[in-house]
């Protein structure tokens, strides 16, 4: 290690930026987060940096550079675009032993200040020692993929119960056995998912009940998407990383499924069309019954939870139950699968509505909104049609929807098994047969569909074998 890493308080403190261009912004900017009171010196000055000024959120003198402009300073930063200025500033400031810090010249720096993941309190700074501030960057974006935005309010709120826990646990190693598992319990997830009041509430109970060791279980109602894992949403990801238990079914992906802890144990509870291996209402007495038994369960299910997926009926029991859970939305099927079969749903031109219906009714007929369906200037989405596939055609062709009507059934769109046909609503349901499409596939009706002959920039493995 070449430089020592340290955080630097610089709180109302006086900073020097020689320098008035857009690196010199981008300094200030840093400088005035961490609460600096900042001096600029140039003879000219970005206008953002106007725009501080006017705030009065800087000072600024129109001043060329001079050794006496450092008086008084904790630290200086030289941004000048005069390599010859900046090396001025740096002897200048070694010479009065303040930190300066010169852009893009490590050799006259006598501190760096690295590539910065700002989740206040929490503060992570990478650093290459000046041999790969590339590098550095891109390690700063792979940690703050991992780290989600709401750490800072975790360490707020730990903040604010410090004195409570130091009161209730006299030895240091009794504090830090009990900050560990909040940190790996519900607590965390609480406040990730902005529930903070309810966060706090947990965080009091478990320092009043340290004694009982109750563990708590919870929820997480988790939409996987329609199948590409890269479509899975960061808080997605992390819950399935984080699960005791995993309740799932059919429509979840294999790609999907592979990225569930590898420890949880897991529960298929079916759902394919007429064979849905455990009915409903006892998936939803499972789930609540295995949260009360402390786990944390990931419920998965295909694309969005409370799109067609029965998500709210199991939010429902866990509510009568008292069981804490979060939904997390996922990219539902209509705009996953049409996305990956180059059709937009809207279009200035042909669509400006788009309707999402199911094909599947309680008692196995198709019976519709026809009337709603045939409106013209909108696009309609079908899931679960693929078995009334030649009525809902016939009937869209009663109820005034041209027979020239382009249409699209997609068969597991966004995966690399996804098949596409498209026909018009004449002949759909005989290709798509031809063609031995499976479920899971959604059927595309609108003007919109012909758009995938010039948009469609997706190639599955299995197409691109052919
Ligand atoms: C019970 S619904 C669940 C929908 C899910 N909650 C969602 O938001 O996508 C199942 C239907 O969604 C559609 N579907 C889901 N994933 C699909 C995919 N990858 N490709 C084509 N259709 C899909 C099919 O119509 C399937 O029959």
């Known amino acids: 290690m070449q430089a020592l890493p340290i955080f630097f308080n610089i709180a109302h403190r006086h900073c020097v930026v020689v320098g008035g261009g857009d690196v010199a912004l981008r300094k200030v900017n840093m400088l005035l987060k961490a609460q600096g009171d900042v001096t600029v010196y140039s003879p000219e000055l970005h206008a953002d940096l106007q725009a501080l000024l006017d705030e009065n959120k800087i ?11 450092l008086e008084g300073a904790c630290l200086v930063i030289a941004a000048t675009d005069n390599h010859d200025v900046n090396k001025e500033v740096s002897q200048a400031a070694k010479a009065a032993n303040i930190p300066v810090n010169v852009v ?17 309190p929490v503060v992570i700074a990478v650093s290459s020692e000046g ?39 006299p030895t240091m190693q009794a504090r830090r056995i009990f900050w560990e598992n909040v940190l790996q319990g519900p607590m965390v997830e609480r406040v990730l998912a902005g529930q903070e009041q309810a966060a706090r509430k947990m965080l009091n109970d478990l320092i009043e009940n340290a004694d009982a060791d109750k563990k708590q279980g919870e929820v997480f109602l988790v939409g996987g998407g329609p199948g590409d894992p890269d479509l899975l949403t960061f808080r997605a990801l992390r819950l399935m990383q984080q699960c005791d238990v995993c309740v799932y079914d059919k429509l979840v992906s294999p790609e999907v499924m592979a990225l569930v802890r590898r420890d949880a144990e897991m529960i298929y509870v079916g759902k394919a069309r007429d064979q849905h291996t455990m009915p409903q209402e006892e998936i939803n007495e499972l789930l609540a019954r295995l949260a009360l038994g402390g786990k944390r369960v990931l419920r998965l299910k295909g694309g969005d939870p409370f799109i067609f997926g029965r998500g709210g009926e199991e939010i429902e029991t866990l509510m009568a139950r008292g069981v804490p859970f979060q939904v997390v939305p996922g990219i539902t ?29 309680r008692d196995g007929t198709v019976e519709l909104d026809w009337e709603a369906m045939a409106r013209p200037q909108q696009t309609v989405v079908i899931y679960m049609g693929l078995v009334g596939l030649k ?60 758009l995938r002959e010039t948009l469609n920039w997706f190639t599955p493995n299995s197409e691109s074998a052919n």
């Open 333 to 361: 099927a209509a705009n996953g699968v049409s996305s990956y079969a180059g059709i937009p749903l809207t279009h200035r031109d042909y669509a400006q509505a788009c309707l999402f219906i199911t094909g599947h009714l």
């Open 59 to 69: 000072a600024f003198k129109r001043e060329h550079f001079h050794a006496n402009q």
């Open 391 to 450: 009525q809902i055609c016939e009937q869209l062709i009663a109820h005034g929807v041209s027979a020239d009507m382009p249409a699209a059934v997609v068969q597991q769109g966004s995966t690399q098994h996804q098949r596409v046909v498209t026909a018009t609503l004449a002949d759909l349901a005989e290709k798509v047969e031809a063609a031995e499409l499976k479920p899971p596939s959604l059927i595309i009706v609108g003007d919109v569909v012909k």
């Open 104 to 120: 893009d010249a490590p050799e006259l720096c006598t501190f760096t200040m690295g590539s910065i993941i700002d989740r206040s």
């Open 131 to 169: 041999n790969a501030p590339v590098l550095a960057r891109y390690i700063r974006t792979r940690i703050e993929t991992m780290l989600p935005a709401g750490y800072g309010r975790i360490a707020a709120i730990a903040g604010e119960f410090r004195d409570a826990v130091k009161a209730r646990f």
